[in-house]
């Protein structure tokens, strides 16, 4: 797992830290593990151009000492200092002192072969100045950020203007929730994570990782049956969407699920695709026992639509609401829910739930999961270039990271709302199945390549699943 904490609690852990170290030596343990990463960066120190673009504070003390360490094995290092009068004086002098110069301007930028990010540290707020904002312009090498790439806030992953697009990203003592959370870390490159030390509490963001999938994912023993396994109902498609039930049921049989009953007008293709599935038509109510609902997908919005959400979110067992569900649903009965509820929104969806602008969803996207959660009292998965989910008695939101932009096609929600569901009826609890689902459905199509189509994304289920468990 991959925590990140926020900037308070990075505080909090670095001054208890400093309290019990010698003067300075924090910030030499985040030199030494900088100025490493930025020699692998490198692949060859001796010789090559370097540049330290410092702001004032500790963030640009910490570029300054990496640069010294690395003009020490040959590199010939340049400092622009953005605020020469607050720059940090013992970096700087250290700097000087193994070899390093200072210079202005954005001609010793555009010459190097690495720039280390030292702008603003993670107290940042809002944009770049526009004169860090001119030298990042001139940048040819590759760009290595010293904790968070400048002009990223780094409780929220907002971007208010101009920000540094990194290469790489050296973050200390733990992740960032900016790093991991979009805009943000759509502009982090690679992480590398130092550990300097620190010791922190509960953190804010978590990701999920191959080993913590392994043990989230329910395998079956000898004694399964079909019923045992999980029985999931599908209420989705319509005769004019009739390609939403094929592809959410898809979702739901290739991840797993002992049994899928179906109910609505995509009943023939739906057999079409897949024989095994229990169709039938009329109320889910008379479709026969299952342990998880899904519903939405493709349902259209007439009153056959709106009543058979109403009788899915009337049963006593976890139900996921996507696409056309979230519209017809209403708060108060989800809230009144005693069972487990999972709603799965684009930034579109959420906007409208919310009653605001998709561009502010997507601008504060970790905001948005978190007033969802709380608003409707369910577990949310928010999709995107980086899927969040958020519970709604609180604690760490999930981010999930596997997913490629190939996936911005149509249908692969419906597959994912299948596939979340078949693990809600498997019996995870509601946080960890959209956990799950998120990185089964990303990796499944990192496996596919692209070009890609939905039912690409389902038939890869398998494969993604056995890449985890084997």
Known sequence: ????????????????????LPEGALMQRAAAGLAAVGADVLGRVYGRRVVVLAGSGSNGGDALFAGARLARRGAGVTAVLLAPERAHAEGLAALLAAGGRVAEGAVAVRRADLVFDGIVGIGGKGALRQNAAELLDAVRGAVVAVDLPSGVDADTGEVAGAAVRADVTVTFGTYKPGL???????????????DIGLELGAPEVEALQHADLARLLPRPGGESDKYRRGVVGVVAGSD????????AVSGALRAGAGAVRYVGGGGAAVLARHPEVLVSTGSPHAAGRVQAWVVGPGLGDDAGARAAVAEVLAADVPVLVD????????????????APTLLTPHAGEAAALLGRAREGVE???LAAVRE???????TVLLKGSTTLVAAPGGGAVRVNATGTPWLATAGSGDVLSGLAGSLLAAGLPALDAASAAAYLHGLSARLTGGPLSALDVADSLPTAWRSITT
């Open 372 to 378: 969802l959660a709380q608003r409707f009292g369910a």
């Open 363 to 365: 601008a504060s996207r």
């Open 323 to 338: 696409a056309d569900g979230l519209r017809l649903m209403e708060r108060e009965t989800v809230r009144a829910r005693t």
């Open 180 to 194: 991991l959370v979009d805009p943000g870390a759509g502009r982090a490159g690679a992480l590398r994570l130092i």
């Open 240 to 247: 004019r969407y009739p390609g939403a039930a094929v592809l």
């Open 1 to 20: 797992m991959r925590y990140a904490h926020t900037v308070q609690a990075v505080r909090d852990a670095e001054a208890a830290l400093m309290a019990r």
